[in-house]
């Protein structure tokens, strides 16, 4: 998954003179503090870190509270989604309106109805609410599945991303890790454009230059019933 990276960062902790007797807990204190949010210095939300003291005398700061500072090294695992980066994300929640997930346990993550492609439909079965691809019967996103999506925005203040699921390597990790390959494949690809021009002629009918929807054998039922009461 993109998105993560590590850092390493030359970093002043300041402590108050009454920490001197646990420096060690101060420090990992302070640093914690920093977990889970987003920071601007490190452009990202620090997921995990490990120090190593520099220095094994502190810098008295002068002043009417005299704190001191500790210099230290610290490894960094930085969290920082951009646009267009691919991440995955469990989903838990699945509507005809929106795809709901979470990333790497803390983030929440949406893809709305606009921001998934025409490939992926809707349906309801036992009850539950799925997506599943119109091409591919074992591509199938439901709640509990981990999928792959397109990042769009990220809201920093609330950790919430914006994602897509418009482009092809995009959907089920499940199913794009097994099959995505062999369906990119060119006898795939001309099997695909087969199954949408049925799709489509099976959505539609053309007559005259005039594109109609087509009509099933019970309206067409219907249809004559109307009209032999009319002429009766």
Known sequence: MEGLSKSVADLIVYEHPSQSKDVDKAILRELSSLLFKYSQAFDGVVLAYSVEPQDKCARILSGVRPYFGVRLQANMLIFSPKPNMLLEGKVVKL???????????????????????????YKSKHGEGVYVSRYHKRHVIKVGAVIRFVVKSLDEEILHISGSLISANT?????????????????????????????????????GGETLPLVNDHEVKRSKKRRRAEDQ
């Open 171 to 207: 959907g089920s990790v499940h199913w794009l890790d097994k099959y995505y390959a062999d369906a990119g494949t060119d006898s795939n690809k001309k099997a695909r454009r087969q199954n949408e021009e049925e799709v489509e002629m099976q959505e539609q009918v053309t007559v």
């Open 95 to 121: 509507t005809r309106e929106s795809i709901h997930c979470i990333v790497l346990g803390f983030s929440s993550a949406i893809v709305t109805d606009e921001n998934i492609r025409n490939e992926l439909k």
